[in-house]
């Protein structure tokens, strides 16, 4: 059964740090767009970044220059490192696939898979 799951996810101090991963059962990640979002609370699902089976990754605003998405092949996952947390952070974070395999440049549209969440709290 396919399958990803979110893993990482923890109370952290404003300007610390978190490392999300995305790792798959069923399927090998490394050909297909990852793209992760987030939820806040009373707030709609938004795309934050992206990672395409060319490596090619996106990044929203709010978060650019502080997250950095990659591939860990050994773990068959996708790693979202977020420095820099601020309160405006917290929320729930997804990872999806498209499932459409080798695609040079990823997206957030035409998601298949979704993972059930890890929570991220930024506060003091």
């Known amino acids: 059964q396919m399958q990803l799951v979110e893993s990482g996810g923890g109370l952290v101090q404003p300007g610390g740090s978190l490392r999300l991963s995305c790792a798959a059962s069923?399927?090998?990640?490394?050909?297909?767009?990852i793209s992760w979002f987030r939820q806040a609370p009373g707030k709609e699902r938004e795309p934050i970044g992206c990672?395409?089976?060319?490596?090619?990754?996106a990044y929203e605003d709010s978060v650019k220059g502080r997250f950095t998405i990659s591939r860990d092949h050994a773990e068959n996952s996708v790693v979202l490192q977020m420095n820099s947390l601020k309160p405006e952070d917290t929320a729930v974070y997804y990872c999806?696939?498209?499932?459409?395999?080798?695609?040079?440049?990823?997206?957030?549209?035409?998601?298949?898979?979704w993972g059930n969440g890890t929570l991220v709290t930024v506060s003091s």
């Open positions: 990672i395409s089976a060319l490596w090619n990754t």
């Open positions: 999806a696939t498209d499932l459409i395999v080798g695609t040079q440049f990823c997206s957030y549209v035409g998601m298949q898979y």
């Open positions: 069923g399927f090998t990640l490394d050909t297909y767009t």
